[in-house]
């Protein structure tokens, strides 16, 4: 146990070893391979502010993959900070240029982050994944819904930059809101984050790929239907706080062919939402879950 007064370093918390980068490289970065380069950080502000300055200067090329240990001023969607501890969970964000891809379908990446990620941390932790529209990991802690991961899509240079945030080990006097969770909480078999990091960036790989071959297609690919089986958002009743103050409260139904959710209203309307927070709610008057 390390003593009150001892300096701090990387191996302090010994629950929460500081990532191989060199196992990282030689079991990602393969011949052929989407990803290309591979970097670990011991502490910076946002994975995706500096990778998307470096891609905008021509610095980064598709498959640059940027990992941290700790965040510090971490951006989740509507600017929301996101904040963990040092090594307490998987902070990094990727490059990817789907220039052949037609720019309206790019919408479409993030949304198949979320589905990587979940599958690929479902696999390697154990436990059940689910995605909230858009882009939030939710987990299961002592029967209800927690948020434990998050993604976050921005368009710079030639491509488009794409940041994760997941609460790995964090424990319960941690965690930054009542509604947040993490992998150990919800039970998870593995907490290793080397093992969790290639797990979700294979499957990011093989996603990526399927999409890519598909031009784009997020039917032809599957990436549509697996995105709507594990969605926990469908078949519940959601309010959309929209842009600019408004709210719109329905069923959501579906996730159309360009990735918005599809809310059926009181009026009968189908209504599709490209943008906003949703709320899960119970029941159509319920409160919140």
């Not at 992998?183 to 979700?200: I, Q």
């Not at 790989?205 to 709507?228: I, K, N, P, V």
Request: charged share 20%.
């Amino acid at each position: 146990m390390t003593p009150p007064d001892a300096p701090h370093n990387r191996w302090s918390d010994l629950d929460r070893p500081p990532l191989n980068v060199t196992a990282l490289r030689r079991g990602l970065l393969r011949p052929g391979a989407l990803w290309t380069s591979l970097e670990v950080v011991e502490s910076t502000g946002s994975t995706n502010t500096d990778l998307a300055e470096r891609a905008s200067t021509g610095a980064a090329g598709e498959g640059t993959v940027l990992i941290a240990e700790e965040q510090t001023a971490g951006r989740g969607r509507l600017e929301r900070s996101w904040t963990a501890p040092p090594r307490s969970g998987l902070f990094l964000s990727v490059y990817l240029e789907p220039g052949d891809i037609p720019v309206e379908r790019w919408g479409w990446v993030p949304l198949l982050a979320g589905v990587a990620a979940a599958t690929g941390l479902a696999k390697s932790a154990g436990v059940d994944m689910s995605l909230k529209w858009p882009n939030d990991l939710l987990v299961s802690v002592d029967g209800g819904e927690r948020k434990t991961g998050g993604i976050l899509g921005e368009f710079a240079g030639d491509g488009i930059v794409v940041g994760m945030g997941v609460n790995v080990s964090l424990r319960a006097d941690e965690l930054p809101a009542p509604t947040a969770g993490s992998l150990a909480l919800a039970g998870a078999v593995s907490t290793d984050r080397e093992t969790l990091l290639r797990a979700v960036l294979r499957s990011l790989e093989h996603w990526y790929g399927a999409w890519r071959d598909a031009d784009g297609d997020a039917a032809a690919s599957g990436l549509q239907a697996a995105y709507a089986a594990g969605c926990a958002t469908l078949d519940r009743s959601v309010r959309a706080e929209l842009p600019g103050g408004n709210a719109l409260v329905g069923e959501a139904v579906a996730i159309d062919g360009d990735g918005r959710l599809v809310l059926s209203t009181e009026n009968g309307l189908q209504q599709p939402v490209s943008a906003g927070d949703i709320v899960h709610l119970r029941g159509v008057a319920g409160g919140l879950t």
